[in-house]
Protein backbone atom coordinates (compact mmCIF):
# COMPACT_ATOMS: atom_id res chain seq x y z
CA UNK A 1 0.00 0.00 0.00
CA UNK A 2 1.31 3.50 -1.13
CA UNK A 3 1.34 6.05 1.78
CA UNK A 4 -1.44 7.60 2.64
CA UNK A 5 -2.41 11.26 3.16
CA UNK A 6 -4.47 11.94 5.55
CA UNK A 7 -6.90 15.06 5.01
CA UNK A 8 -8.87 16.68 7.68
CA UNK A 9 -12.87 16.10 8.06
CA UNK A 10 -16.00 18.16 8.15
CA UNK A 11 -15.61 21.60 10.03
CA UNK A 12 -19.45 22.28 10.55
CA UNK A 13 -20.17 19.65 12.75
CA UNK A 14 -17.84 20.14 14.52
CA UNK A 15 -17.75 23.75 14.94
CA UNK A 16 -21.50 22.79 16.58
CA UNK A 17 -19.81 20.11 18.60
CA UNK A 18 -17.51 23.06 20.28
CA UNK A 19 -20.25 25.57 20.88
CA UNK A 20 -20.31 27.81 17.74
CA UNK A 21 -23.77 28.39 16.17
CA UNK A 22 -24.55 26.52 13.29
CA UNK A 23 -27.88 27.60 11.08
CA UNK A 24 -28.26 28.17 7.10
CA UNK A 25 -27.99 30.15 5.04
CA UNK A 26 -24.81 31.34 6.61
CA UNK A 27 -23.64 27.59 7.60
CA UNK A 28 -20.15 27.43 8.46
CA UNK A 29 -18.93 31.02 7.71
CA UNK A 30 -21.11 32.40 10.81
CA UNK A 31 -17.97 30.60 13.21
CA UNK A 32 -15.74 33.10 11.11
CA UNK A 33 -17.68 35.62 12.49
CA UNK A 34 -18.71 35.15 15.77
CA UNK A 35 -16.39 32.56 16.80
CA UNK A 36 -12.96 32.24 14.85
CA UNK A 37 -11.27 30.76 17.85
CA UNK A 38 -13.53 27.78 17.24
CA UNK A 39 -12.48 27.62 14.29
CA UNK A 40 -8.98 27.26 14.43
CA UNK A 41 -9.54 25.07 17.36
CA UNK A 42 -11.70 22.86 14.81
CA UNK A 43 -8.33 23.07 12.63
CA UNK A 44 -6.13 21.68 15.70
CA UNK A 45 -8.20 18.83 16.76
CA UNK A 46 -8.63 17.39 13.29
CA UNK A 47 -4.08 18.13 13.52
CA UNK A 48 -4.12 16.35 16.88
CA UNK A 49 -6.32 13.22 15.53
CA UNK A 50 -3.78 13.21 12.45
CA UNK A 51 -4.53 14.87 9.68
CA UNK A 52 -1.70 15.47 7.24
CA UNK A 53 -3.42 18.52 5.81
CA UNK A 54 -6.43 21.08 7.22
CA UNK A 55 -8.54 22.68 4.75
CA UNK A 56 -9.61 26.38 4.89
CA UNK A 57 -13.05 27.45 6.32
CA UNK A 58 -13.76 29.27 3.12
CA UNK A 59 -16.47 26.65 1.92
CA UNK A 60 -19.51 29.17 2.86
CA UNK A 61 -17.93 32.53 2.10
CA UNK A 62 -19.75 32.68 -1.48
CA UNK A 63 -23.38 34.67 -2.23
CA UNK A 64 -24.91 31.35 -2.26
CA UNK A 65 -24.29 31.18 1.52
CA UNK A 66 -23.89 34.60 2.94
CA UNK A 67 -25.45 36.78 0.17
CA UNK A 68 -24.09 39.29 -1.98
CA UNK A 69 -24.12 42.33 0.20
CA UNK A 70 -22.16 40.76 2.76
CA UNK A 71 -19.72 39.16 0.30
CA UNK A 72 -18.98 42.52 -1.43
CA UNK A 73 -18.78 44.26 1.96
CA UNK A 74 -17.02 41.43 4.52
CA UNK A 75 -16.01 38.39 1.85
CA UNK A 76 -12.66 39.52 1.36
CA UNK A 77 -11.84 40.22 5.15
CA UNK A 78 -13.36 36.92 6.04
CA UNK A 79 -11.87 34.39 3.37
CA UNK A 80 -8.24 35.83 4.60
CA UNK A 81 -9.35 35.50 8.04
CA UNK A 82 -9.96 31.26 7.16
CA UNK A 83 -6.84 31.27 5.75
CA UNK A 84 -4.75 32.80 8.46
CA UNK A 85 -6.94 30.58 11.20
CA UNK A 86 -5.66 27.49 9.31
CA UNK A 87 -2.36 28.29 9.06
CA UNK A 88 -1.87 29.35 12.39
CA UNK A 89 -2.98 25.71 13.53
CA UNK A 90 -0.69 24.33 10.84
CA UNK A 91 1.92 26.19 11.57
CA UNK A 92 1.57 25.35 15.62
CA UNK A 93 1.44 21.35 15.07
CA UNK A 94 5.22 20.85 15.18
CA UNK A 95 5.15 18.65 11.81
CA UNK A 96 4.33 19.38 8.32
CA UNK A 97 0.70 20.03 7.61
CA UNK A 98 -0.38 21.37 4.81
CA UNK A 99 -3.05 23.84 4.33
CA UNK A 100 -5.56 23.45 1.31
CA UNK A 101 -7.32 26.51 0.11
CA UNK A 102 -11.64 25.42 -0.34
CA UNK A 103 -12.84 26.94 -3.50
CA UNK A 104 -16.38 25.72 -3.19
CA UNK A 105 -19.16 25.55 -6.16
CA UNK A 106 -19.49 29.76 -6.16
CA UNK A 107 -23.23 29.17 -7.45
CA UNK A 108 -24.40 26.47 -4.90
CA UNK A 109 -23.20 22.63 -3.61
CA UNK A 110 -25.43 19.95 -5.94
CA UNK A 111 -26.31 22.69 -8.29
CA UNK A 112 -24.97 22.44 -11.72
CA UNK A 113 -27.73 23.79 -13.30
CA UNK A 114 -26.88 27.07 -11.80
CA UNK A 115 -23.03 27.16 -12.83
CA UNK A 116 -22.78 30.54 -14.47
CA UNK A 117 -19.24 30.67 -16.43
CA UNK A 118 -19.26 34.26 -17.51
CA UNK A 119 -19.73 35.21 -13.75
CA UNK A 120 -17.46 32.61 -11.94
CA UNK A 121 -13.75 34.30 -11.80
CA UNK A 122 -15.33 37.19 -10.28
CA UNK A 123 -16.28 35.58 -7.17
CA UNK A 124 -13.28 32.92 -7.50
CA UNK A 125 -10.66 35.74 -7.90
CA UNK A 126 -11.87 37.04 -4.45
CA UNK A 127 -11.45 33.66 -2.65
CA UNK A 128 -7.94 33.35 -4.48
CA UNK A 129 -6.33 36.54 -4.15
CA UNK A 130 -7.40 36.29 -0.19
CA UNK A 131 -6.32 32.88 0.61
CA UNK A 132 -3.40 32.78 -1.47
CA UNK A 133 -0.95 34.28 1.27
CA UNK A 134 -1.86 31.33 3.36
CA UNK A 135 -2.34 28.31 1.47
CA UNK A 136 -0.03 25.52 0.33
CA UNK A 137 -2.32 24.12 -2.29
CA UNK A 138 -5.51 24.89 -3.95
CA UNK A 139 -8.51 22.38 -3.42
CA UNK A 140 -11.89 22.71 -5.70
CA UNK A 141 -14.33 20.70 -3.84
CA UNK A 142 -17.37 19.93 -4.03
CA UNK A 143 -17.94 20.40 -7.74
CA UNK A 144 -20.52 18.79 -9.84
CA UNK A 145 -19.86 18.92 -12.90
CA UNK A 146 -16.63 19.42 -15.07
CA UNK A 147 -16.88 22.81 -15.87
CA UNK A 148 -16.87 24.23 -12.16
CA UNK A 149 -13.49 21.95 -12.33
CA UNK A 150 -12.04 23.90 -15.37
CA UNK A 151 -13.24 27.40 -13.61
CA UNK A 152 -11.23 26.41 -10.98
CA UNK A 153 -7.72 25.51 -12.91
CA UNK A 154 -8.61 28.87 -15.17
CA UNK A 155 -8.64 31.08 -11.54
CA UNK A 156 -5.33 29.53 -9.80
CA UNK A 157 -2.93 28.64 -12.71
CA UNK A 158 -1.19 32.04 -12.42
CA UNK A 159 -0.48 31.69 -9.01
CA UNK A 160 2.03 28.93 -9.27
CA UNK A 161 0.16 26.68 -6.45
CA UNK A 162 -0.70 22.96 -7.20
CA UNK A 163 -4.45 22.63 -7.33
CA UNK A 164 -6.80 19.03 -6.73
CA UNK A 165 -10.09 18.95 -7.65
CA UNK A 166 -12.92 17.16 -5.51
CA UNK A 167 -15.96 16.17 -7.69
CA UNK A 168 -19.51 15.13 -5.85
CA UNK A 169 -21.00 12.46 -6.93
CA UNK A 170 -24.71 10.62 -7.86
CA UNK A 171 -25.46 8.81 -4.58
CA UNK A 172 -27.98 6.79 -6.22
CA UNK A 173 -27.01 5.98 -9.61
CA UNK A 174 -23.61 4.51 -8.22
CA UNK A 175 -25.41 2.66 -5.70
CA UNK A 176 -27.41 0.69 -7.82
CA UNK A 177 -24.80 -0.32 -9.81
CA UNK A 178 -24.59 2.14 -12.83
CA UNK A 179 -21.24 3.98 -13.80
CA UNK A 180 -19.89 6.21 -11.63
CA UNK A 181 -20.86 9.39 -12.70
CA UNK A 182 -21.09 13.62 -11.15
CA UNK A 183 -23.93 15.16 -9.69
CA UNK A 184 -24.31 16.63 -13.27
CA UNK A 185 -24.87 13.18 -15.14
CA UNK A 186 -21.57 13.43 -16.48
CA UNK A 187 -19.61 10.04 -15.48
CA UNK A 188 -16.38 9.44 -13.85
CA UNK A 189 -14.69 8.61 -16.67
CA UNK A 190 -15.06 11.79 -18.40
CA UNK A 191 -14.14 13.14 -15.44
CA UNK A 192 -10.64 11.61 -14.58
CA UNK A 193 -9.94 12.14 -18.32
CA UNK A 194 -10.60 15.96 -18.05
CA UNK A 195 -8.27 15.81 -14.87
CA UNK A 196 -5.54 13.69 -16.60
CA UNK A 197 -4.87 16.43 -19.01
CA UNK A 198 -5.84 19.44 -16.41
CA UNK A 199 -2.53 20.35 -14.74
CA UNK A 200 -4.10 19.17 -11.42
CA UNK A 201 -2.01 17.25 -8.76
CA UNK A 202 -4.97 15.34 -7.68
CA UNK A 203 -8.32 14.45 -8.34
CA UNK A 204 -10.46 13.47 -5.50
CA UNK A 205 -13.66 12.52 -4.50
CA UNK A 206 -16.47 14.38 -1.74
CA UNK A 207 -19.61 15.07 -0.21
CA UNK A 208 -20.92 11.95 -1.20
CA UNK A 209 -21.99 8.56 0.57
CA UNK A 210 -18.82 6.05 1.68
CA UNK A 211 -20.79 3.06 -0.09
CA UNK A 212 -20.15 4.75 -3.68
CA UNK A 213 -16.86 5.86 -3.46
CA UNK A 214 -14.99 2.86 -4.23
CA UNK A 215 -15.66 2.42 -7.96
CA UNK A 216 -15.21 6.04 -8.80
CA UNK A 217 -11.34 5.15 -7.44
CA UNK A 218 -11.56 2.48 -9.30
CA UNK A 219 -12.37 3.88 -12.50
CA UNK A 220 -10.11 7.03 -12.19
CA UNK A 221 -7.51 4.46 -11.34
CA UNK A 222 -7.94 2.80 -14.55
CA UNK A 223 -7.99 5.94 -16.72
CA UNK A 224 -4.59 7.31 -15.23
CA UNK A 225 -3.23 3.90 -15.78
CA UNK A 226 -4.29 3.93 -19.46
CA UNK A 227 -2.69 7.39 -20.12
CA UNK A 228 0.16 6.60 -18.19
CA UNK A 229 -0.13 9.89 -15.82
CA UNK A 230 0.52 9.87 -12.01
CA UNK A 231 -2.46 11.96 -10.19
CA UNK A 232 -2.82 11.15 -6.69
CA UNK A 233 -6.64 10.12 -6.13
CA UNK A 234 -8.36 11.00 -2.82
CA UNK A 235 -11.76 10.34 -1.16
CA UNK A 236 -13.40 12.20 1.60
CA UNK A 237 -17.22 11.11 2.08
CA UNK A 238 -20.12 12.49 3.87
CA UNK A 239 -22.19 11.53 6.87
CA UNK A 240 -25.29 12.62 5.89
CA UNK A 241 -28.37 10.52 5.97
CA UNK A 242 -30.30 10.06 2.51
CA UNK A 243 -30.18 11.84 -1.09
CA UNK A 244 -28.90 14.93 -0.59
CA UNK A 245 -29.72 16.20 -4.35
CA UNK A 246 -33.13 17.25 -3.74
CA UNK A 247 -32.72 20.37 -2.30
CA UNK A 248 -30.62 23.72 -1.94
CA UNK A 249 -27.95 23.09 0.52
CA UNK A 250 -28.25 25.84 2.33
CA UNK A 251 -32.10 24.93 2.94
CA UNK A 252 -31.75 23.11 5.95
CA UNK A 253 -29.43 20.94 8.50
CA UNK A 254 -29.19 17.52 7.14
CA UNK A 255 -29.51 14.71 9.26
CA UNK A 256 -26.09 12.22 9.82
CA UNK A 257 -26.03 8.73 10.11
CA UNK A 258 -25.78 7.11 13.65
CA UNK A 259 -24.34 3.91 12.05
CA UNK A 260 -21.40 5.37 10.22
CA UNK A 261 -18.96 5.32 13.49
CA UNK A 262 -15.12 5.95 13.45
CA UNK A 263 -14.80 1.90 13.03
CA UNK A 264 -17.47 1.66 10.37
CA UNK A 265 -15.88 4.84 8.51
CA UNK A 266 -12.22 3.75 8.78
CA UNK A 267 -12.97 -0.10 7.10
CA UNK A 268 -14.71 2.03 3.94
CA UNK A 269 -11.24 4.08 4.01
CA UNK A 270 -9.04 1.05 3.71
CA UNK A 271 -11.22 -0.16 0.69
CA UNK A 272 -10.72 2.97 -0.65
CA UNK A 273 -6.65 2.92 -0.57
CA UNK A 274 -7.03 -0.61 -1.72
CA UNK A 275 -8.71 0.69 -4.91
CA UNK A 276 -5.85 2.93 -5.09
CA UNK A 277 -6.71 6.59 -3.43
CA UNK A 278 -3.92 7.85 -1.48
CA UNK A 279 -5.27 10.70 0.01
CA UNK A 280 -8.19 10.20 2.41
CA UNK A 281 -10.03 12.58 4.73
CA UNK A 282 -14.16 13.25 5.46
CA UNK A 283 -16.63 15.63 4.57
CA UNK A 284 -19.94 16.69 6.31
CA UNK A 285 -20.42 14.61 9.57
CA UNK A 286 -17.17 12.76 9.74
CA UNK A 287 -15.48 14.76 12.92
CA UNK A 288 -12.09 14.41 14.16
CA UNK A 289 -12.93 11.17 16.12
CA UNK A 290 -13.11 9.51 12.93
CA UNK A 291 -9.96 10.84 11.24
CA UNK A 292 -7.99 9.47 14.77
CA UNK A 293 -9.94 6.17 13.63
CA UNK A 294 -8.68 6.68 9.57
CA UNK A 295 -5.35 7.70 10.52
CA UNK A 296 -4.69 4.88 12.82
CA UNK A 297 -6.04 2.20 10.83
CA UNK A 298 -4.61 3.71 7.63
CA UNK A 299 -1.18 3.57 8.92
CA UNK A 300 -0.92 0.21 11.01
CA UNK A 301 -2.26 -0.99 7.62
CA UNK A 302 0.86 0.37 5.90
CA UNK A 303 3.11 -0.81 8.45
Known sequence: MSTIRILDGGMSRELQRLGAELKQPEWSALALIDAPD???QVHAEFIEAGADVVTTNSYALVPFHIGEERFQKDGASLIALSGKLAREAADASGRKVLVAGSLPPIFGSYEPQNFDATRVQAYLQVLVDNLAPHVDVWLGETLSLIAEGEAVREAVVATGKPFWISFTLNDDAAAAGGEPALRSGETVRAAAEWAAQSGAAALLFNCSKPEVMKAAVETAAAVFAEKAVSLEIGVYANAFEGEQGDSAANEGLHGTRADLTGDVYSRFACSWADAGATMIGG????????????ATALRRTAA
Open 38 to 40: IVR
Open 283 to 294: CCGIGAAHIHKV
